[in-house]
């Protein structure tokens, strides 16, 4: 089946240490995002990428990085600059005729 | 003016009763409208695309787009506990640059 595979589920990330979120769809959608959900803020844009190679920061870029060196794959890291990381991540990929599909979700906690 | 509007509820309705749950934007440049659903730590799930005013439907869910007044609209009938979530309005344009509403929780009581 086709779908967004986000990994891991969990993650626990400690002071000062860079995370990196896994994302791979299989779905041959050109453009991929990733979301960050805090409660009661709803999805709020993170990275964004139309084509390979090519990406652009969203509304809360900071502290964040990501690449796209292959059409399925749009990891996400989180780095130490990001100070408040704690929160639910989701990646999804778009089409024009079935609108966006999501991932799981990593949820991402800081020890 | 916030670019789409939703309620967060919580709404409460008994089970089997009729579920309405409503979105305005605010720019007419939008063009497809979408309602996913989202389970408690789950990824959204598309429920309802459509592009056009009017009604939709799929079993016992019913998506409503009215582009003169900027109103769009999920009714589910016969209401299932399991169909307890909270429900995104999402709407985009036609260089897919999509907003989404910030969610309604419902709770549908057994």
């Known amino acids: 089946d086709g779908g967004i595979t986000q990994s891991p589920k969990y993650l626990f990330r400690k002071e000062g240490q860079n995370v990196t979120l896994s994302c791979e769809q299989n779905?041959?959608?050109?453009?991929m995002y990733w979301y960050r959900q805090d409660p009661g803020q709803g999805l709020r844009l993170i990275y964004y990428s139309q084509i390979v190679n090519d990406f652009q920061k969203g509304d809360i870029a900071e502290g964040y990085s990501v690449s796209r060196e292959k059409k399925e794959s749009f990891p996400l890291t989180v780095t130490s600059a990001q100070k408040n990381p704690t929160a639910f991540y989701l990646c999804?990929?778009?089409?024009?005729?079935?609108?966006?599909?999501f991932g799981s979700g990593t949820r991402l906690t800081v020890v | 003016q916030k670019e789409v509007e939703q309620d967060p509820g919580p709404l409460s309705v008994p089970e089997g009763a009729i579920v309405s749950l409503n979105c305005t934007y605010s720019?007419?440049?939008?063009?497809?409208f979408m309602w996913y659903r989202q389970y408690s730590r789950k990824g959204p799930e598309l429920l309802m695309y459509t592009y056009s005013s009017g009604n939709k439907e799929d079993g016992r869910f019913t998506a409503q787009v009215d582009k003169s007044s900027k109103y769009i609209s999920l009714f589910i009938r016969d209401s299932q506990p399991s169909d307890s979530a909270t429900y995104l309005c999402?709407?985009?344009?036609?260089?897919?640059?999509?907003?989404f509403g910030k969610g309604t929780r419902l709770h549908i009581l057994p």
């Open positions: 999804a990929s778009s089409s024009r005729y079935y609108g966006y599909t």
């Open positions: 999402a709407v985009m344009n036609r260089d897919d640059k999509i907003i």
């Open positions: 720019n007419s440049a939008f063009q497809y």
């Open positions: 779905l041959n959608h050109d453009a």
